[in-house]
């Protein structure tokens, strides 16, 4: 009986040890901050020129017409890729 127990004990303890190993492996040691860059859209407001034509009258009344160049405002999409840390454990 004591033979048929010790050959029941060594498969145990192999297949008890290979089943905690891996939990053991698992476990972080420590931790470290990692910096990510992460995409982010964003809008910003750009000024555009632009031209158009203008009709002036001289002193006599006569017309003449001028291009100016004007400015409006147009909201822009930007992506920005942005720092973010992140704490991550270490395996050793």
Sequence with gaps: MA???GKLFVPA???AG???APAAACEPNCYKTVT???K???YE???VPYTCTVT???ECGRPYSVDVTRYRQVKVQVTKYVPVKKVVAVHE
């Design 45 to 47: 407001v750009r000024q």
């Design 3 to 5: 033979k048929f127990l």
């Design 40 to 42: 982010v859209c964003a």
């Design 18 to 20: 290979l089943a905690a």
């Design 13 to 15: 303890l192999l297949v």
């Design 36 to 38: 990510v860059y992460e």
């Design 56 to 58: 002036y009258y001289d």
